[in-house]
Nanobody, 119 residues
Framework: QLQASGGGLVQFGGSLRLSCTASGRIFSINNMRWYRQAPGKQREFVAQIFNDGSTIYADSVRGRSTISRDNAKNTVYLQMSSLKPEDTAVYYC???????????????WGQGTQVTVSS
C-alpha cells in the first residue's frame, strides 16, 4: 500500500529525493513520515509531515532535508542534500491513515529504499 522509491548510490555531499506513494483504498491520511535503519542499528525517525503541512525533523537531518507532500497524489517526498556516509541506510516511509470512514486509523509501512552515500 506504500511504495517507496528514489534511493541509490550517491557521493558525499550529493542529493537525493525519495518518494513514497500510498495506493489502494484510502479514505484519509493523517500524517506521513520517513524513518531509516542503518546496518546494525535500530530504525530511527527522520521526518514527519502533517495534513496542515507542518513538519518535524530529526536533529541529524534538520537543515539538510525537506519533507513535502502532494495530497492529491497521496505522495510524500524527502529531499536530502549534503549527504554524508552516516546517512547510509534503508529509508522507510510510514503513513497513519484510514482506509474507510468506518475503519479505525492505522499504521502502514512501505518496503524501504536503500540510500548509500560513498565517502
Amino acid at each position: 500500500q506504500l511504495q517507496a522509491s528514489g534511493g541509490g548510490l550517491v557521493q558525499f555531499g550529493g542529493s537525493l529525493r525519495l518518494s513514497c506513494t500510498a495506493s489502494g483504498r484510502i479514505f484519509s491520511i493523517n500524517n506521513m513520515r520517513w524513518y531509516r535503519q542503518a546496518p546494525g542499528k535500530q530504525r530511527e525517525f527522520v521526518a514527519q509531515i502533517f495534513n496542515d503541512g507542518s513538519t518535524i525533523y530529526a536533529d541529524s537531518v534538520r537543515g539538510r532535508s525537506t519533507i513535502s507532500r502532494d495530497n492529491a497524489k497521496n505522495t510524500v517526498y524527502l529531499q536530502m542534500s549534503s549527504l554524508k556516509p552516516e546517512d547510509t541506510a534503508v529509508y522507510y516511509c510510514y503513513a497513519l491513515l484510514r482506509t474507510a470512514v468506518t475503519t479505525p486509523i492505522d499504521n502502514y509501512w512501505g518496503q524501504g529504499t536503500q540510500v548509500t552515500v560513498s565517502s
